[in-house]
């Protein structure tokens, strides 16, 4: 029998699994870069859907593709064809500048198929990661991910993975050998702490995979679509992946993820790989509002200032008896702190801002790119205050 509480964080508590730590906050409604608790106190929001929110909440053009797409059709199966996830292909595709794209649900899933195609691909099954690497927690994705504390209760997992220091070409050089089918790499670790790959890093990776033989993968389902101010992160870096994994901010908040495919992979066998809910036209009409709003407006160029702007002055204003190190690229901004993240997140939550932390000590910033200047440097102000006075 269900208990008669009707207060949201004790239904909460007595039903939802228990894998998820939970703030003491019940958020209720969003609009832009704002959100509201169930007492109607509003806050700047900097955790954007944990990323997925890179065009603010309740954005007018996706509401309009949702309510539109909602009364057309919302389930269709790829076993048919349709017109919107036609359309949505064809631009994601020219916007990645890459020539096939396969659809599913969610960053893990992009993360799947990636691997399964780049073993279908070369007939090869070892997989190279990277120390600090996040790739999700399902268990193809999550032998790829380092984090111990999610990895070692599912030991031995699923692939033969090795992983090497991140902005380390040396020890890739000495691991990668005819028998990898792909490197894995984030052009920005975002949940092992903000870490952006090195100058030249992603270029060296590239190359040697194309001297051996093995496909290279990148992660953008954290850094795509703008956050960290071109519309895929590895473009600054001038790389082609053979796969591209994205997520996250694809559909302006919708479960949806996307595998795009490059030439080196070669055709697809059918019946290799699939999934249900893969490709729906409500989820690709949605994305394709994302898509036209970032393509054509200066948003993520803007992006890339405003995060400059950030990062210079959080780097001059923090104090260094609190600080280490300020990292980031756009408005994807890691602070390394020399104490404990979650004191702060809290503090900063009294003030009214919402921030996520990457590992134990570093604070990040995700805010929507949409957020106004007036609420980005009220937050920074915030995170200016909270750290000096946690000294
Ligand atoms: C969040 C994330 C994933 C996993 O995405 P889910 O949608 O949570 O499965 C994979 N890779 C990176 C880089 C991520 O940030």
Redesign the pocket.
Known sequence: MLSPVTNTLDLERAHTSGVYIKRELEIVRGEGARLWDADGNSYIDCVGG??AANLGHAHPAVIAAIQRQSTELISCPEIFHNPVRAQYQAALCAAANMPRVFLCN????A?EAAIKFATLATGRSRVISTMRA?????LG?LSVTWERAYREPFAPLLMNTTHVPYNNIERLVEVLDDTVAAVIV?PVQ??GGVHPAADGYLHAVQALCRERGALLIV?????GFGRTGSLFAHTQDGVQPDLL?L??SIAGGLPM?ALLIGERVGALQPATHGTTFGGNPLACAAAAAVLEVLTTTDLVERTRERGEAVRARLAANLPASAVREVRGRGLLIGIELRNKVAPVLRALQQRGVLALPAGATVLRLLPPLVISDDDLWTAVEAIEETLSNAV
């Open positions: 944990q990323g969610s960053g893990a899933e993360v996040f790739h999700g927690r399902t994705a984030e975002g949940e992660d953008e389902v954290q850094t994994c997520a996250k993820g």
